[in-house]
C-alpha cells in the first residue's frame, strides 16, 4: 500500500495544479467586470518598438493609456504578422468568428470598408464623433468613413513623397520647386543616368502606385465605392486609365525604374535609392529615417509628382485606422482608451519616435515632430496629406487590388491594352466568372 | 472472447438452426448498439460538412458580404470548370502526383525489399526509415526550402562543385515553374517514401517463402520470381498503399505553400481551395472548389477499387 502514495500524492499535485490554473484562466478571462481594471486587447501591426513598450512604438501608447486610464482599462498588444494582406486574414478570420478580445485594432484603410461593410465595428458613440475629427486632416476623416458614417478612429495618415537628391536633380535639370510630372520625372533620370525607386512588386503597393497614377490623371479606378459587385463601375479602360499604364510602361522601358523593378517593395526601392545609382524615389515618409546613404543632408522631399501635365497630383494615401470589434465587451472603454491614444501629445510622440505620420494636423507644429522631420519635410508631408488620394473605399477592394497587380505584372508587359484588359476581368472576378 | 464463443458453439451443435439465427441476431444487435454511437458521431462529424459544403457551393457567397448572398445554381461549378486556373492547379497538382507517386513505389520497394531481408538491425533500421515521415511536413518543407535558396542554400554549392562550374551557383530554383516543382517532389518523395515501404514490407511479408524457392529450384531468375511470384502474391497489399498514397497526394498543400505560396504557375488544387474561402472569404466558390476535390478523390477510389479490384477488407485484415 505504501508503495501507491506517491503516485497518487503526484495525481493529487496535479490535479490542485490544474484547477489552480483553470481558476486562474477563468479570473482572467471574466475581464474585470466587478473589480479591477478592465482588460482590453490591442491587435497592432508591427510598428518601432512592436510588442516592447520602450521604444517609443503602439505598445509605449498602450502603456501610458493603461496608466493614464486611473485604473478603469489595462491594454495589452498582440502584435499581428508583417503583411498588410496577413494582416487582413488574422483580423477578418477572428471578426468573423466573433472573437470577444477584438477590443482595438489596427487597420489599413484599404479594409477599413471591407470590415465596416460586414458590420464588423462597434458603432463609434454619438458623443465622440466630434472629437474624433477634430484637428484631423481630411484624407484620414475620409478613410475612416464608410456609407456617410465614421466607422473607426484615425490614427496614423501616411502620404508618399517624391524623394529626391538635391545633387541629382540638378544634374538632371530638374526644378524641384515646381511641381513635376512623372514624365519629366523619367527624362531627368534618363540625362543623369540615375534611377527612380518605385514599387511594382505583385503586393499591395503596386495597386497603391496604380491607384495614384489613375488619380493623379483625374481617374478613378472605382467610380462607385458604395456599390454592390453586381452594380460597381470601374474607371480603368479610360483615358486616366491609359495614362497610367504609359506611365509604369516608361518607367520599365527606359530602365530608370533599375533593374529589379518588379520585384521591388518599399525596402528594395528604398535600397536603390541609398545607392549611388538612386537620385529619385516615391515613397511614404519613413524614408527619411531609414535612409542609410552617407549623403543624407542631399536628400530632400516635395510633393508627389503629376499624372498629367498641369493636373494636381494625387499622392497615395496610407496609414493605419483604429477600430473596435463588435464583439468586444468593453467597447465604451475601447473607444476611450482610442482617444487617449490619439490626443495631441500621443500622435506627435509616436510621429517623432516611429516615422508614422500623425493624423492630427496640430502634432506637424510641434517642435519633436519638426526635429525628426527636418528640412521643411515635416510641412511637405502636412501638404502632402491635403490632397493625398485614398484607394478606393469600396468592401472589395481586396479583390480588385490583387487582379490589378496580376494583370500589370510584370511591369515591363503593361501596355496601352492593360488597363481594358484589367478591367473586363475584374469585373469578372467580382462577378463569381472568374477565378483570382 | 475466443475461447468463449468456442465453447458456447460446441454447446450449440446439436440444437437447432433457429436458435443459432437468434443468437446471430442478438449479437448483431449488439454490434449495432457498440459500433453505433461511434457511427453517428462519424456521420456527423464526415457527412454534415460535405452536406453542407455541397450546399454552399451553390452560392454566390461571400462571407464579408452577407447580404449579396445569392443562389446560382450550378454556376461556381461551371465557372471553376471553365477557369484557366482551375486547370492550371490541376495540372500542377497531377503532375505532382505522378513524379512522386512513380519515384515512391520505386524507391519504396527497393527499401522494403532491403528490410524484409535484413536481419542484424532490423529494428533500428525500420526506425531509422521512418525519421522523415515522422517530421512534420511543414518543418521539412522549410528545411528542403533553405537547402535550395541561393542564400541559406548548399544545394547550389554541391552542384556546382560537383558539376566543375557547369552549374550556376546563382541558379533559383524557385524562380520557375518546373524547377520549383522539382523542389517540391524531392521533398515529398522523402518525406513519403517511409510510409509507402512500410505498406510494402507489410505485402512482401505475405509472400510464401516456398513458392519463391520453389521457383528458384525451377530455374526462375531474380526477375521473374519477383513478377511472377513475388507482385502477384502482394497485389493487394501494393495496391492499398498505391491508392493511399494517390489519395494523399492529391490533397498537396504544405510543401508548396511553404516553398512558393502558388508563384509561378505552382499553385494545388487544395490552395486554390484555400485562397478562395480563406483569403478571398468566397464561401460558395471556395466549396465548389473543395466539393470539386473530394469528386476527384471519389473518382481515384472508384477507379482504384473497381478496375484494379483492390479489396480493402481483405487487404486491411492481412
Known sequence: MKRLRPPRRGIAISAAVLMATTGLAACGGSGGSGSGPAHLTWYINPDVGNADASKGGQATLAKECSQASGGKYRIKVQLLPNSASDQRIQLLRRLAGGDKTMDLMSVDPAFVSEFAAAGYFAPVPKNMIDDFKADRVQSSIDASTYGGKLMSVPFWSNTQLLWYKKSVAKKAGLDMSKPITWDQLIKGAQRAKMQIGVQAKLYEGYSVWINALVAGAGGEVVKNPNATYENIKLGLDTKAGKDAAKIIHDVSSTGVGGPAMGNSTETESLNLFSSKKGGFLVNWPYTYGAYAGKDKADVAATMYPQTVQGEKAAPPYGGIQLAVGKDSQHADLAYQAAACITNQKHQADYMAASGNPASRKGAYETAEVKKAFPNGIAAEIRKSLDVAAARPLTPYWGDISTALQQKFSPPSSVNQQTPAKTQSFILKVLNGKALL | ?318
Not at chain 2, 257 to 273: D, F, R
Open chain 2, 1 to 318: 472472447m475466443s475461447t468463449v464463443a468456442e465453447t458456447t458453439k460446441a454447446d450449440l451443435t446439436s440444437e437447432e438452426q433457429a436458435h443459432l439465427s437468434d443468437r446471430a441476431k442478438g449479437e448483431r444487435n449488439l454490434g449495432w448498439r457498440l459500433a453505433g454511437p461511434a457511427f453517428i458521431v462519424m456521420l456527423l462529424v464526415t457527412l454534415y460538412p460535405i452536406g453542407y459544403a455541397v450546399y454552399l457551393s451553390l452560392f454566390n457567397y461571400r462571407l464579408t458580404d452577407p447580404a449579396g448572398k445569392k443562389m446560382v445554381w450550378l454556376q461556381n461549378y461551371i465557372t471553376a470548370l471553365s477557369d484557366p486556373l482551375f486547370w492550371q492547379a490541376f495540372v500542377t497538382t497531377l503532375v505532382i502526383v505522378i513524379v512522386t507517386l512513380v519515384f515512391e513505389l520505386i524507391l519504396g520497394m527497393a527499401i522494403a525489399m532491403v528490410m524484409h531481408r535484413v536481419v542484424w538491425p532490423r529494428r533500428t533500421l525500420r526506425t531509422v526509415v521512418l525519421i522523415p515521415y515522422a517530421i512534420v511536413t511543414v518543418v521539412s518543407g522549410f528545411s528542403w526550402l533553405y537547402a535550395a535558396q541561393i542564400d541559406t542554400g548548399f544545394f547550389n554549392h554541391w552542384l556546382h562543385f560537383l558539376t566543375f562550374g557547369g552549374f550556376s551557383e546563382n541558379f533559383n530554383w524557385f524562380g520557375g515553374r518546373w524547377s520549383s516543382l522539382t523542389i517540391i517532389c524531392l521533398s515529398e518523395i522523402w518525406k513519403t517514401t517511409p510510409f509507402m515501404s512500410l505498406l510494402l514490407l507489410a505485402g512482401l511479408a505475405q509472400v510464401d517463402s516456398a513458392q519463391e524457392e520453389a521457383a528458384k529450384v525451377d530455374g526462375a531468375t531474380w526477375m521473374q520470381r519477383f513478377t511472377k511470384v513475388i507482385l502477384p502474391n502482394m497485389k493487394a497489399a501494393l495496391m492499398v498503399a498505391l491508392l493511399f498514397r494517390t489519395l494523399d497526394a492529391v490533397r498537396i498543400y504544405d510543401n508548396p505553400y511553404v516553398m512558393t505560396g502558388g508563384a509561378n504557375k505552382t499553385q494545388t488544387l487544395s490552395m486554390l481551395v484555400g485562397t478562395e474561402t480563406v483569403s478571398r472569404v468566397e464561401i460558395g466558390m471556395g466549396s465548389a472548389l473543395a466539393v470539386i476535390l473530394f469528386l476527384i478523390v471519389l473518382i481515384i477510389a472508384f477507379i482504384f477499387v473497381k478496375l484494379f479490384k483492390v479489396d480493402l477488407t481483405t487487404s486491411g485484415r492481412s
